[in-house]
């Protein structure tokens, strides 16, 4: 079966925080995402990655950056937490034409 | 840009009614359209896809029809069940020489149906 895990379900920051959400895959895909849900505008896109080591720009990439060092594993990073990054963050990697998206890690930055 | 308009909710059906929730895109090319679902406290998960005009994906009694004349990509289902509530997105993605450039989504479509 297809796996996509997320480090945290929950997580509470402070304001000015650097904080680093994990995502793994296990299905040997090149192409992952980081995303965030917010009530009344969806899902959006923050950065892709096609492969290790490269990154894209997304629809909504100002404050977050991302590190991709191995295959199965994309970082979502947040230098300087806001609290306007509060959300819902979404991870997914892609097979064939189908994402595959994990839990999701809803964090609340104070 | 690419956009994604869906008609947003809540919903709210009686079991057995007939639903559809209504997806329109914008797009510069041809795009692969696709329907997710998120139940509550759980990822999104694809219902179905339809990569191709005319094409119809199925899945779990919801069907949707990709028509490029309309640019809609409409879901619907004949007998709605409680166990169907959830939040419902249509998606769009453009694929380049790298792959997709991440999907885009409507807003979703929040669904509840009462027994």
């Known amino acids: 079966d297809v796996k996509v895990t997320q480090s945290s379900r929950y997580l509470v920051k402070r304001t000015g925080e650097k904080v680093f959400l994990e995502c793994v895959q296990d299905?040997?895909?090149?192409?992952m995402f980081w995303y965030r849900q917010d009530p009344g505008l969806g899902l959006r896109l923050i950065y892709f990655?096609?492969?290790?080591?490269?990154?894209e720009k997304g629809d909504i990439p100002e404050g977050y950056s991302v590190s991709r060092e191995k295959k199965e594993r994309f970082s979502l990073i947040l230098e300087s937490a806001s609290t306007n990054q509060t959300s819902m963050y979404l991870c997914?990697?892609?097979?064939?034409?189908?994402?595959?998206f994990g839990p999701g890690t809803r964090l609340t930055v104070l | 840009g690419d956009s994604v308009t869906q008609m947003e909710g809540p919903v709210t059906l009686s079991e057995e009614a007939f639903l559809t929730i209504n997806c329109t895109y914008t797009?510069?090319?041809?795009?692969?359209l696709f329907w997710y679902v998120q139940y509550p406290g759980e990822g999104l998960q694809l219902l179905l896809k339809?990569?191709?005009?005319?094409d119809k994906g199925s899945n779990k009694g919801f069907e949707a029809t990709y028509r490029k004349e309309t640019t809609s990509f409409h879901l619907e289902k004949g007998s709605v069940q409680v166990s169907d509530s959830a939040v419902y997105f249509c998606?769009?993605?453009?694929?380049?020489?790298?792959?997709?450039?991440?999907?885009?989504f409507g807003k979703g479509t929040h669904l509840i149906i009462q027994p």
């Open positions: 997914a990697s892609m097979g064939g034409d189908e994402q595959f």
């Open positions: 998606a769009l993605a453009m694929y380049s020489g790298g792959g997709a450039d991440g999907l885009t």
């Open positions: 339809a990569t191709k005009a005319d």
């Open positions: 797009a510069t090319g041809y795009p692969s």
């Open positions: 299905m040997d895909h090149e192409n």
């Open positions: 990655s096609y492969d290790v080591k490269m990154k």
